[in-house]
């Protein structure tokens, strides 16, 4: 089990970047693969970004693809969402999931461990 803590949401204006931070408290961190949630009020809880156990492979959903970057650093054992180009349909809570030795995204019940999100809105 890991302990997750999420950071760096906030209120930017469209067109405007962000960098959220999911800091993992244990020592096997870097045999998760990581993956970004978000849940916008009202619609279910959507895939955005994963990134494999071993940091070779990394996947997106189509709506943000070519705007968002994840990446992780296992010395700091943290996982990082890049934003750029934000538009306002990226307002939602952002979550981070982890599960062990996963390569490829899963859904979201598959993922063993959540943080407990931060808001990120973005005003037109």
């Known amino acids: 089990q890991v302990q997750l803590v999420e950071s760096g949401g906030g209120l930017v204006q469209a067109g405007g970047s962000l960098r959220l931070s999911c800091a993992a408290a244990?020592?096997?961190?870097?045999?998760?693969?990581m993956a970004w949630f978000r849940q916008a009020p009202g619609k279910e809880r959507e895939f955005v970004a994963h990134?494999?156990?071993?940091?070779?492979?990394?996947y997106y959903a189509d709506s943000v693809k070519g705007r968002f970057t994840i990446s992780r650093d296992n010395a700091k054992n943290t996982v990082y969402l890049q934003m750029n180009s934000l538009k306002p349909e990226d307002t939602a809570v952002y979550y981070c999931?982890?599960?062990?030795?996963?390569?490829?995204?899963?859904?979201?019940?598959?993922?063993?461990?959540w943080g407990q999100g931060t808001q990120v809105t973005v005003s037109s």
């Open positions: 999931a982890a599960d062990p030795y996963s390569d490829f995204p899963l859904g979201p019940d598959e993922y063993d461990d």
């Open positions: 990134i494999s156990w071993r940091g070779r492979n990394t």
């Open positions: 244990g020592r096997t961190f870097s045999t998760y693969g």
